[in-house]
C-alpha cells in the first residue's frame, strides 16, 4: 500500500534516505502520528532545511568517509554513518581501503570537509616512524584532527607459569624479575603493527622499571585479523600461540589487544590481567584491572586510538561542526554501549584534545625508539 502525503512546500527537491531514516519511518510510523503534528525525523528535516543560499556547512553535499577494514569500518557501517548524515542532513558514504591507502587518499582531497578519515591513528603516531619508507605522506602536516571516538587497549595477562600467589599484579611481577633476571618470558603477538606496540610497551616498562625481561614472540605467521573473529579458540589463533605453549608454561606473560576472544580465557582462570594500555580501565568486563599510567608507567601506556581526520588547511569552522557532530552521535547510548561491550574505550573531546593525544603519542614513540632503538 503506498501512501501520499501532500507536502509540496516540503518536497520540492528530492530526499535521500538513509537506512537507518527508512527503517524508522517504515517500522516507527502509523496513520495516527501522519495525521498528528509530529513528524518523522526525515520530514522534520525537510521541513527546515539548510538553504542551497544560506552558505551553512555541508550545503546538502555528500560526505565521504574512508575507513579500514575492522573496527573503523564496522563502527561506520553500524553506528555512525546514518546518525552523522541524520545530523549534517546529507548522506554519508563509507569506503573502504586498507589504513594506509584512507590517508593516502585524504590528503588528495580537497579541504572542504567532504572527505574524512576514519582510521587508526597508529598510521600516525607509529608506522611512519618504524616504517619511516613505506609512508606516503607526512603525519605531521598532512591531516587535521577532527575527533578521537574510541581507544582500542592492550591487555598484559599472566599465564600460569607465573602464580597468582607469588605474581598477582604487575609489581609483584617486576619484583620478581629483580630477583630473576631474564627468567620471566614476555610473549607479543607477532605479524601485524601491534608487535611493534606490545614490543615498545615491554622495551618501556623494562627501562623505567630497571629490569630484565625477556621477548618472546612467536616463529608462526599470523592471519589477517578478523573483526569477527571472537571466540575463545580464535583468540590463539589471533596470536599465533596455542593453549598448550600456556599450559607448558613457554611465556608467564602474553599481550594481546584481541579482548573479546580473550575474555572466557580471563575467567576460566587461565589468563590472569595485570594491567592494560589504555586511556582509561574498561569498564565493562575489568573495572578492577588498572592502567599502566596508574601503576606509574605513563610512557608505557600505549594503545591504538580511532577517530576522523581531515586533510590539512580544513576550515576550523568545518572543524569544530564536524567535531561537534562526531561527540554527539558518539554519546548516543546505543553507541556508548557498543563500544564497551566491545572492549574499547570511549575517548570524546575536542579536536585540539585529539591533536594533543596524537602528538604525545608520537612522542612516546620516538623516546621509545630513542631508547630502544628499531632492532628488537
Do not use: C
Not at 69 to 87: H, P, S, V, W, Y
Not at 124 to 145: E, G, H, M, Q
Not at 307 to 317: K, M, N, V
Not at 345 to 369: D, H, K
Amino acid at each position: 500500500m503506498f501512501i501520499f502525503i501532500p507536502l509540496p512546500h516540503i518536497m520540492t527537491q528530492p530526499r535521500f534516505l538513509s537506512r537507518r531514516q527508512a527503517l524508522g519511518w517504515v517500522f516507527g510510523s502509523s496513520l495516527g502520528a501522519l495525521a498528528s503534528s509530529a513528524m518523522p525525523v526525515w520530514a522534520a528535516s525537510a521541513a527546515a532545511p539548510a538553504s542551497p543560499a544560506s552558505g551553512i556547512w555541508p550545503n546538502g553535499k555528500p560526505v565521504k568517509v574512508f575507513a579500514p577494514d575492522g573496527l573503523a569500518d564496522n563502527m561506520m557501517q553500524m553506528f555512525l554513518a546514518d546518525r552523522i548524515g541524520d545530523e549534517l542532513r546529507t548522506n554519508v558514504t563509507t569506503s573502504n581501503l586498507s589504513g594506509q591507502a584512507s590517508l593516502a587518499a585524504l590528503i588528495k582531497a580537497a579541504p572542504d570537509g567532504l572527505a574524512l578519515a576514519f582510521t587508526d591513528t597508529d598510521w600516525l603516531t607509529r608506522v611512519p616512524y618504524l616504517f619511516p619508507a613505506s609512508k606516503p605522506y607526512n603525519p605531521d602536516k598532512d591531516f587535521t584532527p577532527v575527533a578521537s571516538v574510541f581507544a582500542k587497549p592492550v591487555l598484559l595477562l599472566a599465564t600460569p607459569a607465573l602464580s597468582a600467589r607469588d605474581v598477582p599484579d604487575l609489581p609483584a611481577l617486576l619484583a620478581h624479575a629483580k630477583q630473576k633476571p631474564g627468567a620471566i618470558r614476555w610473549a607479543t603477538t607477532p605479524g601485524a603493527v601491534s608487535v611493534s606496540l606490545e614490543s615498545l610497551i615491554l622495551q618501556q616498562i623494562k627501562a623505567k622499571a630497571g629490569v630484565d625481561i625477556a621477548l618472546f614472540s612467536a616463529a608462526r605467521p599470523v592471519p589477517k585479523p578478523n573483526p569477527y573473529m571472537r571466540t575463545s579458540q580464535a583468540f590463539w589463533s589471533l596470536t599465533g600461540y596455542s593453549i598448550k605453549d600456556v599450559r607448558e608454561g613457554k611465556f608467564g606473560v602474553l599481550t594481546t589487544d584481541a579482548f573479546l576472544p580473550v575474555i572466557p580465557h580471563i575467567k576460566s582462570g587461565l589468563l590472569r590481567p595485570l594491567a592494560i594500555a589504555a586511556p582509561a580501565r574498561i569498564r565493562e568486563e575489568l573495572p578492577y584491572v588498572p592502567t599502566l599510567a596508574e601503576l606509574g608507567f605513563p610512557g608505557a601506556n600505549l594503545f591504538s586510538m580511532y577517530g576522523f581526520l581531515a586533510p590539512a588547511d580544513t576550515p576550523p569552522q568545518i572543524v569544530r561542526r564536524l567535531n561537534q557532530v562526531v561527540n554527539t552521535q558518539a554519546n548516543d547510548a546505543e553507541v556508548r554501549h557498543h563500544i564497551d561491550a566491545e572492549g574499547l574505550v570511549a575517548m570524546r573531546g575536542s579536536a585540539a584534545n585529539f591533536a594533543q593525544a596524537i602528538t604525545e603519542m608520537m612522542g612516546y614513540t620516538r623516546a621509545a625508539l630513542q631508547t630502544v632503538g628499531t632492532n628488537w
